[in-house]
T-cell receptor
Framework: NAGVTQTPKFRILKIGQSMTLQCAQD?????MYWYRQDPGMGLKLIYY???????DKGEVPNGYNVSRSTTEDFPLRLELAAPSQTSVYFC???????????????FGPGTRLTVL | QKEVEQNSGPLSVPEGAIASLNCTYS??????FFWYRQYSGKSPELIMS????GDKEDGRFTAQLNKASQYVSLLIRDSQPSDSATYLC??????????????FGKGTHLIIQP
């Protein structure tokens, strides 16, 4: 199993440009998450999904959109890139949700995004 | 108060000693707690999870949860230089609609001195 994969690894955007960060998992996990990590900070939840067709906002959703058309894929869309979105973006997945028992989130390798 | 708070360090510990990492959490955080290890430039890797009050041991790692005092700790015995990393404490964060993802502390930078 490849686990959680993310593309691209690195990207530089100009202010106002758009892009989609790709995330895929091959573990048949229902739950998927997007986090961002700013330098010297912990991770902050952007969006999450409890299954195909179901998404919801996390702590810092502004400026982002997501979709979940399949169990495997959970892309994150930036519509109008701003310098404040410069960060490392991590996608994660888990078999169970919080409160449903042992919940372990597995993280992808991350996408380092710079907006200039 | 932030949901999860940790001392950012750096925490310097001699090789072979016990490293003790702590975090406190607010009322918004659920009773599911996790310790992740993150090497520089890498993604977080799960070290321990703890859901019940008390201690949980796994090899050289022991997680402790005290719900009354709202703190979680991680002990690393026989510390090795390879344990040098940033350790992130995380807890479940719930919204009105149900379970969300995790909320993380800023992390404690641990340095094991050979």
């Amino acid at each position: 199993n490849a686990g959680v994969t993310q593309t691209p690894k690195f990207r530089i955007l100009k202010i106002g440009q758009s892009m989609t960060l790709q995330c895929a998992q091959d573990m048949n996990h229902n739950y998927m998450y997007w986090y961002r990590q700013d330098p010297g900070m912990g991770l902050k939840l952007i969006y999450y999904s409890v299954g195909a067709g179901i998404t919801d906002k996390g702590e810092v959703p502004n400026g982002y959109n997501v979709s979940r058309s399949t169990t495997e894929d959970f892309p994150l869309r930036l519509e109008l890139a701003a310098p404040s979105q410069t960060s490392v973006y991590f996608c994660a997945s888990s078999y169970l949700g919080l409160g449903e028992g042992t919940n372990e989130q597995f993280f992808g390798p991350g996408t380092r995004l710079t907006v200039l | 108060q932030k949901e999860v708070e940790q001392n950012s360090g750096p925490l310097s510990v001699p090789e072979g000693a016990i490293a003790s990492l702590n975090c406190t959490y607010s009322d918004r955080v659920s009773q599911s707690f996790f310790w992740y290890r993150q090497y520089s430039g890498k993604s977080p890797e799960l070290i321990m999870s703890i859901y019940s009050n008390g201690d949980k041991e796994d090899g050289r790692f022991t997680a402790q949860l005290n719900k009354a005092s709202q703190y979680v700790s991680l002990l690393i015995r026989d510390s090795q230089p390879s344990d040098s990393a940033t350790y992130l404490c995380a807890g479940g964060i719930y919204s009105g609609g149900g379970a969300d993802g995790l909320t993380f502390g800023k992390g404690t930078h641990l340095i094991i001195q050979p």
